[in-house]
């Protein structure tokens, strides 16, 4: 069963509309939290609420709110990640395009608690219906008066501005984003400083994942206590999967966190295709490691995830059945990764280009059997040693392929070609 | 001094709080890699070869970028941090060509000194290395970037240094890094080249071969040449430069990295000027006047017949009959030297080093010389101050690294650049914060404007500066002219803009004047040197340097080159002290300069002068006059490397040896006095001025036995104040700085008298002289490598009188005066005031000085198309 | 000038929305690749000017992006993933179909001027793989015939 929260209107067509949108409840929270909650009280209920973030790392959002200094005279700014990017998610897209409303109210509600009053929307530049979508509720936002000068009243004001990337997936990762929305290449940059202390323009900047803020309205209105309720002991609240892949019903489903990772893929999304014995499933996104079949019993949480021996990432999972070739899933990701790098600094550049090639010979039958430790051992030159993550997550996909299924890379070294020899083929109809 | 320490492997290392791993480590000798480091850079953390390991910390960090923290534990070679090391050099070498061999850094390449050390010595690597190809009929894939420049793009390490350099400290924007991961590609700007004064700075700091320049490329390997430490002769900057010379052949000069000066930055001028020196116009023997024509001769016979017809000439009118003009670029010994042959050998005064092309003397003027009475200060407190007043300078072009000062200040504190000019200048758009535009004549006006201005302020706070409330209130009545919109009317500059530079002098704490070759020129200089000074008593706390026109300016005022002060700038009744230390008599009169030298001439009371590296006839106002004096005298002997316009009327020529083949000291504006090593020995059967000297003095009846440099300093040392190094050997690398003790203390106000100049209608454009980009002075058209970047003379206009004359670039277009005229390809300059012409003094083909009057206040000319 | 007069004030205008101009650079782009389909130095110049900015800056982002090429593509610039959710459901048999339906090579333009075909990393329409980009439209769940039909759609709109 999903737990429709976010998502409980997004079915309806009209629901990115201000007046259905209204009609469902939007910006009660917003003016409940002009009318009725200081800024600090606002930090301190979201960090009871226990809401962690949706972007991929799950840092307490509280927390991060409550590094922003204080005393500084600087602006401050809030940045909505919407850059969504990660192979296999799509779940932020269902908000922008089902729900934009409750995205700008949560963002309202964040520029609010830490002192904004210029937020941007960063979207990845190929969403098209997203940006319009989202354009469109701030324009009527501004309309109805919920953004601007003095905002109903209250004495605040804030404007929100929609910036689209331009393709790069590294702009997602938050400091490359910065750099993009500065005008710049999106190149990382080298913490500390943390954004929330010198971001934008050097200012002090908050960045938050779309879904991440989409929940602030429901905390608002519902109060911290009940959304503490909702899911595990440390992973709270929903989130929406993004399951596609190798199963019959691919699709986002929201559910409570610490659901069951069966009952998702062989529940909700309808089992395997082709009713076909289950390979292998990334739970979080293509920079998480890949699970057997035997951890399909994993709940997913923050927590029980992790023990199982992954992540929960964004939340998107990939389903592989048993004709899938690991070797060439592993070469998919990586040439992701080599065209992805902004390319600042060594190990990621190089690394991930040097690793593509590697799988790329390995998979066109020309692998030397020393060529996994090579893989090993480069990956391990990268882990850690980048200024970004993106160079952790690259290594992701070939240090846990190889880890479990090694036997695969050595056949396809021994006999120049792959076990499965997936080559899928488009439906016809 | 430090303020913690922190340990770096094993060892206590101490910490001045701020510092980053990497240098707490670097200074206590304490070896780390780097590749994107620089000293001067923003670190960026890029290339990660500089990766260790901190106890506590979960991750390696870089060095350069990790601010050390007390009680770090720091391992820099434990096995984690090397393995990583090798890493990073792997990923680098993966698709760098191992092409070291045909490389022009090999044996100086960070890559591959940091390979030998701790690279490891096998290859995993079996894909193909990719390959930017420039074109594909050659197996080179050199890309000429600029006029100097080459890239090959697949040595290249992604360190970013080059477009840091460009960003960061030449606040420039011909370089860039394009697309992304490993295609990210070092380019300028589409349709552009690098060409910023700065650009050969990108080669010497790129740490592989990725980036190589035309005088090195190809023709010596690194380990076979040899190195000598020498001074820039190009302007009074005094940057620290090393030559590298190959069996007495130069090929590059690259900087020598003292904080004090340049900082490891050299312009581009410095950089490929050494080239004049192997310049095949050299004058290689000495020549002698036959029947009209100069020909060769031998040292023998062209001293000899210095010796017979100075003697006729002495016998005739004694010592006075002589003059002596010396270029500001040679060394303190050889003017020294000079100084001391025209005085005590010859018996005259009349020596002078200031017959420069900017410069106008009114016989027995007061202020004596340029960059001699400006304030104790040197570089470093450009970078402290947080207001820069740049009065009448175009400082990018005459003092490239002191404007990198100044956009370091900008840098790093946000300093305010003020530019108060006749013209606009480079500097401008790059780092100014005003810029404010006068009209040539009017300099003095505007700045009582100005400080009219700050005391009109509410903000102004009279308590914090050192004049009395009559001392300013008389002040502002005597000045009320010159104030507000009167005074506007006087310069053409806005009064809104006077208010906004006066709003930040009066805010400001701590104000650095440079005040450049447009005030030496500026028809009411000397009310103007007072002018600065008065506003200097109006700031806070204020210093000023009158930045002097050339390399040795200063040198050749201390040590004597001017008619009316002795050497160390000793008055006339100290004249006793030479005439022991010289043994004999000198006369008893001071003597007459460059003015009076060329009327005495005129009126034939001198007959014989001796022209050491020096071209007046190029350069003083008035060129044709100049010409025509010259040619009265009976003998002028020449001195110099060169066949300049005045060795063209010579009698006699002994060729000189350049900067490079001499040592000696000299003295940049900061007044330090450096020292300047010989990089190889004279060229041709030149000699260094000092040995000529000695030779013309023993010819002459004097022997002082001091033919080396070394020994005409240590009779120079003499006029030093105490502890002052006495040997070449003990200056060191911060060189030794002159200090008065009456500077940095503005006297009291001086009140300004302005008479607006006569202006002729029919010559209605004001003439400016300027550089040429890449230019500077007279020497630098005999340097191949600069002449790629401005190959010839302009004349550069407006666009508004572009519009109006219907000039288009590149037409011939007549510049003429009451005096002369020339002839030249317009150029139209962007934002250029209307009225004015700039032409650049730095090409033979097109002198400026005939247009001048020797008189006028203002020079002025008319335009017109051919 | 090769922007037009409301590209410019529409990029002026969005500049103002930013502390910084330079801010403006990516949606400056994006409203220069909207009217021409594609970008050149030309164009680059021309923002640089509007934003009063350096040319560079605007140089140096437009090249880092994939969504400013400065190559023309055909009328309909068909982009396909080829990330993992996609390839999972034959994505690289869609571009091959495509490549070999129009009778093209990656990247090229078809002979009548009105397709490109290239391939793209994960754009986030991965519950509904495999999945094209045409211009800015998404096509999802692909199959052979829908596929067959999208082009039949293109051609006959022209
Ligand atoms: C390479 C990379 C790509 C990322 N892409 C996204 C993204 O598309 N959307 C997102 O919300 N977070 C992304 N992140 C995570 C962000 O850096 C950041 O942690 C997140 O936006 C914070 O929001 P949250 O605290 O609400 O999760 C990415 C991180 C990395 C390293
Ligand atoms: S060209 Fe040289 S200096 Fe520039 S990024 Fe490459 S390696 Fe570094
Ligand atoms: S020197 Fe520290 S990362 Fe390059």
Sequence with gaps: METKLLTQHVGDPQQHTMERAIEHGAYQAWQKVLKEIAPADLIQIVKDSGLRGRGGAGFPTGLKWSFVPKDSLKSKYLCCNADESEPGTCKDRVLLEGDPHAVVEGMMIASYAIGCHTAFFYIRGEYDIGQVRMSKAIADAYAKGFLGKNILGSGYDLDIVVHRGGGAYICGEETALLSSLEGDKGLARLKPPFPAVEGLYRCPTIINNVETLANLPHIVVKGAQWFASLGTEKSKGTRIFSVSGHVKNPGNYELELGYSLRDLVYGLAGGILDDRPLKAIIPGGS??????????????????????????????????????????????????????????????????????????????????????????????????????????????????????????????????????????????? | MSDFNITVNGRQ?????????????????????????????????????????????????????????????????????????????????????????????GGECDLQNLTFKYGLDYSRQHEPKHRVIVDANSTFDDLQIGPEIIRNQNRCIHCYRCTRIVDEIAFEDDLGAYQRSYHTEILPPPGREIRNLYSGNIVEYCPVGALTNDDWRYKVRVWLTKQTSVICPHCPDGCNMKLWNFHNKLFRATSRANENIDNGFICDIGRYGYQYVASPDRIKRPMVRRSGELVETSWEEALSLIRKQTDDIKSKLSGSGFFGFIGDIRTNEEIYAFQRLLRRVIGSNNIDHRFHRRRRLTPGEEVSSRGIESDNAEFKDIENADVIVVLGSDLHSENPITSLRVKRAVKRHNAKVILLNPLPTPLGKRAATLEVIYKQGTAAVLLHGLIDAVVDLERFDPSAIKLSAAEISDFRKANAAYAGVRGSEITGVDVTLVARVAEILAAAQNVFILAGSYVERDPL??????????????????????????????????????????????????????????????????????????????????????????????????????????????????????????????????????????????????????????????????????????????????????????????????????????????????????????????????????????????????????????????????????????????????????????????DLVKVESKYGRVVGKAMILRDFPSKRVLLPENFGEMSTNILMGRQDKIDMIKLAKM | MILSDSAKLQISQTAKRYPKVRSAILPALHIAYEEHGYLSDQIYEEIAQILDLKLIEVAEAASFYTMFPKAKRGKYLIQVCRNISCALLGSHHLTAYLLDKLNVELGEITADGLFTVVEAECLGSCTTAPMMQVNAHYYENLTVEKVDRLIEEFRSQK
């Design chain 1, 287 to 429: 920079s998480t490691p890949v699970l057997l079949p035997d951890k399909i019993d994993t709940k997913l949480d923050f927590e029980s995830v992790a023990a199982a021996g992954s992540m929960l990432g964004s939340g998107a999972v990939i389903v592989m059945h048993e004709e899938t070739c690991i070797v060439w899933v592993a070469e998919i990701l990586a040439h992701f990764y080599m065209h992805e790098s902004c390319g600042k600094c060594t190990p990621c550049r190089q690394g991930t280009g040097w690793i593509y090639e590697i799988l790329r010979r390995i998979e066109a039958g020309y692998g030397k059997m020393e060529d996994i430790d090579t893989l090993l051992d480069i990956a391990d030159n990268i882990e850690g040693n980048t200024i970004c993550p993106l160079g952790d997550a690259a290594v992701v996909p070939v240090i846990s392929t190889i880890k479990l299924f090694r036997d695969e890379y050595v056949y396809h070294i021994e006999h120049g070609k792959c076990k499965v020899h997936s080559q899928f083929k488009l439906r016809t109809k």
């Design chain 2, 13 to 105: 290392v101490p910490v001045i709080k701020g510092q980053t791993v990497l240098q707490a480590s670097l200074a206590a000798g304490i070896d780390i890699p780097v590749f994107c480091w620089h000293p001067q850079l923003v670190p960026v953390g890029a290339c990660r070869i500089c990766l260790v390991e901190i106890e506590k910390l979960p991750k390696l960090q870089v060095a350069c970028a990790t601010i050390a923290s007390e009680g770090m534990i720091v391992h820099t070679d434990s096995p984690k941090t090397i393995k990583v090391r090798q890493g990073v050099l792997e990923f680098i070498l993966a698709h760098h060509p191992l092409d070291c061999p045909t490389c022009d850094k």
């Design chain 2, 525 to 810: 200089r000397d009310s103007l040197h007072l002018a600065v000074a008065n506003l200097q008593s109006f700031c806070k706390s204020a210093r000023k340097i009158f930045l002097p026109p050339d390399s040795n300016s200063v040198g050749a005022a201390f040590f004597g080159a001017e008619p009316t002060v002795l050497p160390g700038r000793q008055s006339w009744g100290k004249k006793a002290i030479y005439e022991d230390l010289w043994h004999g008599p000198i006369p008893d009169a001071p003597g007459k300069d460059t003015i009076g030298i060329l009327e005495a001439i005129d009126e034939d009371e001198i007959e014989c002068g001796l022209v050491f590296n020096a071209d007046p006839v190029r350069l003083f106002p008035d060129g044709e006059y100049v010409r025509s004096v010259m040619e009265k005298l009976k003998l002028l002997v020449v001195i110099d490397s060169f066949m300049t316009d005045t060795a063209r009327l010579a009698d006699v020529i002994l060729p000189l040896s350049t900067f490079a083949e001499i040592e000696g000291t000299r003295v940049n504006w900061e007044k330090r006095m450096q020292y300047s090593q010989r990089a190889i020995p004279p060229l041709h059967e030149s000699k260094p001025g000092c040995e000529i000297i000695e030779l013309l003095a023993d010819r002459l009846g004097v022997k002082f036995n001091q033919s080396k440099p070394s020994d005409v300093y240590q009779e120079m040392a003499r006029f030093f104040p105490t502890g002052a190094p006495t040997t070449y050997a003990a200056i060191g690398r911060d060189g030794f700085l002159i200090r008065s003790a009456e500077t940095n203390k503005p006297g009291k106000l001086a009140y300004l008298r302005f008479v607006a100049p006569a202006i002729d209608t029919e010559y209605r454009f004001i003439l400016l002289v300027g550089n040429a980009d890449h230019h500077r002075g007279t020497l630098t058209e005999r340097n191949e490598i600069l002449m790629k970047f401005t190959g010839e003379p302009f004349v550069g206009i407006s666009e508004a009188d572009a519009t109006d004359l219907a000039v288009s670039d590149g």
